[in-house]
């Protein structure tokens, strides 16, 4: 395999459309990253959580793996305040979901970068 696909890939899911800049689609990266950007950030203004790794539950993995996908937003929110959560917000599932969509959205954004590079779709 291609190193450019790998690194497309990872330059991808740690920043939307960054994977699509590096390979000059750049009406493709700026869509996406300001898609998936908004999405994230309406899900955080609507007081959604950033779920962290906590292994109790069956289905935290899941929303662990969904919040990954916001992989710069997710490491930003274990440094920072951010994504905390505010469940007293009538918005807060709406706003999770929110970010949950934009991650599990990131990681197809970021496998269309990999596919590009690899040559197998244009």
Known sequence: MKIKAWFCFIAGW???GLGH???????????FFVCIGGMASLGLAMGGKIYSFRFDNPLMVLTVFADLGNSFLFI???LFPI????????????????????????????LDA?????GKKS
């Open 83 to 110: 994504g905390r959560g505010v469940l007293e917000s009538p918005t807060f599932e709406f706003g999770t979901a929110y970010i949950a969509g934009a991650g599990l959205l990131n990681y197809l954004v970021a």
């Open 21 to 31: 800049l590096i390979q000059k689609k750049f009406w493709r990266g700026l869509i």
């Open 76 to 78: 930003l929110a274990r």
């Open 114 to 118: 990999f596919d590009l590079a690899q």
């Open 14 to 16: 740690f920043i939307p």
